[in-house]
Nanobody, 124 residues
Framework: QVQLVESGGGSVQAGGSLRLACTASGYTGRTYCMAWFRQAPGKQREGVAT????????YYTNSVKGRFTISQDNAKNTVFLQMNSLKPEDTAMYYC?????????????????WGQGTQVTVSS
């Protein structure tokens, strides 16, 4: 069973930066897709970025390309989301998710393990 714990959310002004962290346990030695999702009030949850824990390949939704970077520290079982040039529309609850890679990690569907989320608020 995979457990995920997010941290690093907070409030920032537009143009600022935040770094989110997701620490995983329960899957030592296995390969997973790790992903960040977000959900704003009144909106559907959307995928933000993914990373293949063995290959290091990444995948982003178009709205964050060039601003957000997903990375990992395998020694600490932690995945990061560096968010730069933040906009008010990035305000949301951000969730970490995990899933076995199957054929690809370039996807935002089928994730089975979820964290509790961390709030990101960007003011104008």
């Amino acid at each position: 069973q995979v457990q995920l714990v997010e941290s690093g959310g907070g409030s920032v002004q537009a143009g600022g930066s935040l770094r989110l962290a997701c620490t995983a346990s329960g899957y030592t030695g296995r390969t997973y897709c790790m992903a960040w999702f977000r959900q704003a009030p009144g909106k559907q949850r959307e995928g933000v970025a993914t990373i293949h824990t063995a290959l290091g390949t990444t995948y982003y939704t178009n709205s964050v390309k060039g601003r957000f970077t997903i990375s990992q520290d395998n020694a600490k079982n932690t995945v990061f989301l560096q968010m730069n040039s933040l906009k008010p529309e990035d305000t949301a609850m951000y969730y970490c998710a995990a899933d076995p890679p199957y054929s690809t990690c370039a996807r935002f569907t089928g994730y089975n393990y979820w964290g509790q989320g961390t709030q990101v608020t960007v003011s104008s």
